[in-house]
């Protein structure tokens, strides 16, 4: 069974700040996605990576697929009150279930 | 607003009631799921349709009934539940089934299911 690990659990930090957090495996994916979760909400899809070494952006949000497709970063820049929830790595390999790492939940302080 | 659609957003029910969650989806995706969330975890995969047949059961107990009456539509009924089944309960779609690349779920906002 794949695993996915996330760091940090938890992050607490001030308006206009960045940050990265990360998702790791000792197994490699042939894809890794990344959500925010939001209190009451389901999931919601931000982004998905395939190839190794990918660097995918979308606007503030800078996401990164490692070279042995076993990890990947979210780095935010001039993080905002908006950007609070909960980040969800997940990923999958053909022959496997679809796995979620156990998530970081960033509080981002006006 | 979600393009996966969850009925009931909340409910409440008895451990002798029989209850159903509904999902529906007009995305074209042919392959549906059941995950269950409790408060500060992530989400738990529980049942995988794939064109309108159940695929994976992730060992969930029979008080938890999936259905899926076409490939728009997935139920999850619910009989004899106990306290402890109290979460919220996602339904996702992707295109297809599969672990692959660009098979991305889309998550409805869930049912938040107490039980009493």
């Known amino acids: 069974t794949q695993l996915l690990e996330q760091s940090p659990q938890f992050l607490s930090i001030q308006e206009g700040e960045n940050l990265t957090v990360y998702c790791n495996s000792s197994s490699v994916f042939s894809s890794l996605q990344w959500y925010r979760q939001e209190p009451g909400e389901g999931p919601v899809l931000l982004v998905t990576v395939v190839t190794g070494g990918e660097v995918k952006k979308l606007k503030r949000l800078t996401f990164q697929f490692g070279d042995a497709r076993k990890d990947s970063s979210l780095h935010i820049t001039a993080a905002q009150p908006g950007d609070t929830g909960l980040y969800l790595c997940?990923?999958?390999?053909?022959?496997?279930?679809?796995?979620f790492g156990p998530g970081t939940r960033l509080s981002v302080l006006p | 607003d979600t393009e996966v659609t969850q009925t009931p957003k909340h409910l409440v029910m008895g451990m002798t009631n029989k209850k159903s969650l509904k999902c529906e989806q007009h995305m074209g995706h042919r392959a549906m799921y059941w995950y269950k969330q409790k408060a500060k975890k992530p989400p738990e995969l529980m049942f995988v349709y794939s064109y309108e047949k159940l695929s994976i059961n992730e060992s969930v107990p029979s008080r938890f009934s999936p259905e899926c009456p076409n490939s728009s539509l997935l139920n999850l009924h619910l009989h004899a539940l106990q306290p402890e089944d109290s979460a919220l309960y996602l339904c996702a779609s992707s295109l297809y089934r599969g672990s692959d690349a660009n098979q991305p779920q889309h998550f409805g906002d869930g049912t938040r299911l107490s039980i009493l």
């Open positions: 997940a990923g999958g390999s053909p022959g496997q279930n679809f796995v």
